[in-house]
């Protein structure tokens, strides 16, 4: 019973942590995905020889059958961590992302840090940068726009 159950949970977090060993900002979905992770040649064969445990879905690992979450505020955690990092619910995130932002965040001397007065710190640094560094430089709220000008930049 339990020392089977210990032994497959062993198995799998193995099998699922080899997505921490590349970072998840290199992990993408469209037509060139491959080129930021020939960085990582050990780490995608790895990957690639465990196959869908690993480059699949977090789903088996969120409703079964591998793991089931059934906390609540867990749930919630995990799919607002993996909204942050894919714009997707936990359960459709690659397993191999979900492992590497865990791993980051759990690692010695990590921190979830915010930004200093909030997001909204963050807008407002933008439209200070904006009306310093541009000669026409202004931010409008809730104004109509007509068109942008890409022209020189």
Not at 3 to 17: K, M, P, T
Not at 24 to 45: E, F, K, N, T
């Amino acid at each position: 019973g339990l020392e089977i159950n210990l032994g497959r949970a062993i198995d799998h977090r193995r099998q699922v942590s080899m997505g921490s060993k590349i970072p998840a900002m290199a992990m993408r979905a469209d037509g060139s995905a491959i080129l930021p992770l020939l960085r990582y040649p050990g780490a995608l064969w790895d990957i690639i020889k465990e196959g869908e445990k690993v480059t699949g879905p977090f789903a088996p690992y969120m409703d079964g059958p591998l793991f089931e979450v059934k906390n609540g505020w867990l749930r919630a955690w995990l799919d607002a961590l993996a909204f942050s990092l894919s714009g997707l619910p936990a359960a459709r995130t690659p397993a191999a992302a979900m492992s590497y932002v865990l791993y980051d965040l759990h690692r010695e001397g990590s921190a979830l840090d915010y930004p200093r007065g909030g997001m909204g710190a963050v807008s407002e640094a933008l439209v200070r940068a904006i009306e310093r560094d541009g000669p026409d430089g202004k931010v409008l709220l809730n104004a109509r726009v007509e068109r942008i000008d890409t022209e020189d930049g």
